[in-house]
């Protein structure tokens, strides 16, 4: 089990964008969520879907799709656990 | 004062206060556009994206011969486009002007209080106000406040040895705890002299020639550079010296240090200018503070003093950096302040009014950590400044203060009252002072730290795990007469416990948070809060009403960042079924 950040984005009010992240070795058993590091207390932030790509048998490129839910802009960091 | 064959440049500014010997910046005003104004100032003019009337304030803009540019020096459409960047535009608490609605106004120095009370009348502007120079915390007048000058050194006579002692042993900060940090011992552990992290120290002048300031750095990256380098120097030195043998040794000699100018940048500016170079677990260092309102008139040294995060604007450029992961450390201030004191929560004429006092720990925080001044171990340099980790008497104290380093005593680069002559590269100091000597000392500590996690693989902490682990461990301040720690500076870091603490891991682990119900074909959310933000937890739903033969329940996770320690989950579940359904709410806490 290990955790880390990816990467960290921005998005405007609103704003819903894709990221993706590649040469993930196909054995890893790979969650992904997000955190937004804009403090903005009383309701969501942030919401994500994650898309999954095989990009060749060794490996996975991941597609993950965040959702602005404020009228403000968010910064947030991209979290993943490898859980094998 | 001056050490010979260094000039001053601020001769068009107004006179340094007797007593100190150190560059000040220039009055500032800010003002912030309403929210609906879409201003945008260009070299024409103000104008309107939104169709106001602009004629008056450009009127206004022009009787006083000003100009009035974004503060954040970027154009207002870039500040808004460029979003998916480095840059963004309102990473401000909710209630705060976003960046964009920041502007700087050019005018003589003698006109900015008559203008700020005319735009202030305008139906353009929220707020409009004058900020006092900052300065570095390092002067008092002692007569006046009977407090030991901060600083005052100058370089002893006669040329400097062919070679450098080595003066690693004078810098009692870098021994074991309680005396020192125990960056020693930090030096011990893979990443701990700082490798991979990168600093910057946000001030006036630096002097990057210097014999002991040739590694790992990356000179002035914003702005220029004031010809007066002792402070910065010296500053430099603590934090990222070289290890080389001779002279003195940084906390964290593998961390890359650089510099952004308030010589000739508003503050703000100079901050984001800074924050736009660095990412997150990197660390911004601002060696300022300002007249606070407690600051008499005329002045008396650096009485009243505080740290710069009161005004809104510098507030906005911290919080930018800080939204961005980076880790602010700022000079508490030399004022002799108790900020927890009720005026700092008066809200001044002219400050928007979504203002809030950010020395109050209840409301919206800057995010930085901030350093008081604390008493070095009794005989340090053949000194005594009172007990061991005691407030020294000229350092601002109180709740907001979250950390404490050497205030007296500080041997590092430049001033040249410990090794002098006539080349400025080879000076160094043993009374480098001030809550401008203990903020570096807190850095080293953080970069540390940070350098640690980095060869480990693991996450940098975050701002607000930063203070927290600063707050949690470190050697307690201690009681002096008069000066009981009631009076809060907080602790001196010890990098022992700090990479202990940073480090720390914790088997994953699970539970069922709710249980609840979902009526038949439809949507529910619960919300839980109070959780770590730094901790990676992992969210799924289980029905425990049995119902085979196809999928009963879906939920999505959404995720608020409360504050910059906690988060919240609003986790909200479909019932795909027509009956309702009984759910458990389940946790994996999987790290950090």
New interface residues.
């Given amino acids: 089990?290990?955790?880390?950040?990816q990467f960290?984005?921005?998005?405007?009010p609103n704003?819903t964008?894709r990221w993706f992240t590649f040469n993930w070795p196909q054995q890893w058993h790979v969650?992904w969520?997000?955190?937004?590091?804009?403090?903005?207390?009383?309701?969501?932030?942030?919401?994500w879907e994650v898309g999954v790509e095989r990009a060749d048998p060794q490996h996975i490129t991941y597609w993950l799709t965040v959702h602005n839910?404020t009228n403000?802009?968010i910064?947030f960091?991209g979290?993943y656990?490898v859980?094998n | 004062m001056s050490p010979s064959g260094t000039d001053r440049i601020h001769n068009s500014r107004p006179p340094t206060p007797p007593g100190s010997d150190v560059p000040i910046g220039r009055r500032e005003l800010v003002v912030i556009a309403a929210p609906d104004a879409g201003l945008q100032a260009l070299a024409s003019g103000v104008r309107s994206d939104a169709g106001a009337e602009t004629t008056s304030l450009n009127a206004v803009l022009a009787r006083h011969g000003a100009l009035m540019r974004p503060l954040f020096g970027l154009s207002e459409h870039r500040l808004r486009a460029n979003?998916?960047?480095a840059v963004?535009?309102?990473?401000v608490?909710?209630g705060m002007p976003?960046l964009e609605r920041f502007y700087h106004v050019d005018a003589a120095d003698d006109r900015l209080e008559t203008m700020a009370a005319e735009l202030l009348e305008h139906p353009l502007v929220e707020a409009a106000y004058v900020k006092p120079a900052g300065a570095l915390p390092v002067a008092v007048v002692e007569e006046i406040i009977a407090a030991a000058p901060l600083n005052d050194m100058v370089p002893a006579p006669g040329d400097a040895p062919p070679a450098t002692p080595d003066f690693t042993a004078r810098q009692g900060y870098v021994d074991a705890a309680p005396g020192g940090i125990d960056a020693r011992y930090a030096w011990t552990v893979p990443g701990g002299s700082g490798a991979g992290v990168r600093v910057i120290d946000c001030e006036w002048g630096w002097r990057f020639s210097h014999e002991d300031l040739l590694q790992n750095q990356g000179g002035v990256v914003a702005g220029t550079s004031s010809t007066d380098t002792n402070h910065g120097t010296a500053v430099l030195g603590e934090i990222s010296g070289d290890r080389n043998g001779l002279g003195i040794i940084g906390i964290a000699p593998d961390a890359v240090i650089s510099a952004s100018s308030f010589n000739d940048q508003p503050t703000a500016q100079a901050i984001r200018a800074a924050a736009d170079r660095l990412?997150?677990g990197d660390i911004i260092l601002l060696e300022i503070h300002r007249p606070g309102p407690r600051t008499p008139n005329p002045p008396q040294g650096q009485l009243g003093f505080i740290a710069i995060e009161w005004w809104p604007d510098d507030f906005a450029a911290i919080r930018y950096a800080v939204?961005?992961?980076i880790v602010v450390v700022e000079a508490a201030g030399n004022g002799f302040q108790n900020l927890d004191d009720p005026i700092y929560s008066q809200r001044p004429v002219g400050f928007p009014a979504s203002w809030l006092n950010p020395f109050n720990v209840a409301n919206?925080s800057s995010g930085a950590v901030m350093v008081g001044a604390g008493a070095p171990p009794p005989n340090t340099h053949g000194q005594n400044w009172g007990p061991d980790r005691s407030r020294l008497d000229f350092s601002n104290y109180g709740a907001r203060v979250d950390a404490q380093g050497w205030g007296r005593e500080v041997t590092s680069t430049g001033y040249g009252d410990l090794q002098g002559g006539m080349n400025a590269d080879l000076w160094y100091t043993d009374r480098f002072s001030g809550t401008s000597s203990a903020s570096p000392i807190v850095v080293g500590a953080i970069a540390c730290a940070q350098g640690v996690l980095r060869a480990q693989?693991?996450?940098p902490l975050?701002p607000a795990r930063a203070r927290d682990l600063l707050r949690s461990t470190g050697s307690i301040q201690q009681d002096a007469p008069g000066r009981p720690a009631t009076q809060r500076i907080g602790n001196r870091p010890n990098l022992r416990q700090l990479i202990a603490a940073a480090t720390q891991t914790a088997a994953?682990w699970t539970g069922v948070q709710f249980t609840g119900s979902v009526p038949a074909s439809q949507t529910q959310c619960w919300f839980t809060f109070n959780w770590p933000?730094h901790w990676?937890?992992?969210w799924t739903v289980v029905p425990t009403t049995p119902r085979p033969g196809a999928p009963q329940v879906k939920w999505?996770?959404?995720?608020?960042?409360?504050?910059?320690q906690f988060?919240?989950y609003?986790i909200c579940v479909t019932n795909l079924t027509n009956q309702p359904v009984a759910i458990e709410g389940r946790y994996a806490v999987?790290?950090?």
């Fill in positions: 089990m290990r955790v880390g950040v960290t984005g921005s998005l405007a704003q964008q969650t969520y997000m955190m937004p590091t804009t403090p903005r207390s009383g309701a969501p932030e942030l919401e839910l403000q802009t910064n960091e979290r656990a859980l | 979003v998916a960047g963004t535009s309102d990473l608490p909710d976003a990412g997150p939204n961005k992961g919206p693989g693991r996450i975050s994953p933000a990676h937890v992992l999505k996770v959404k995720v608020e960042r409360a504050t910059d988060a919240t609003w999987l790290g950090w």
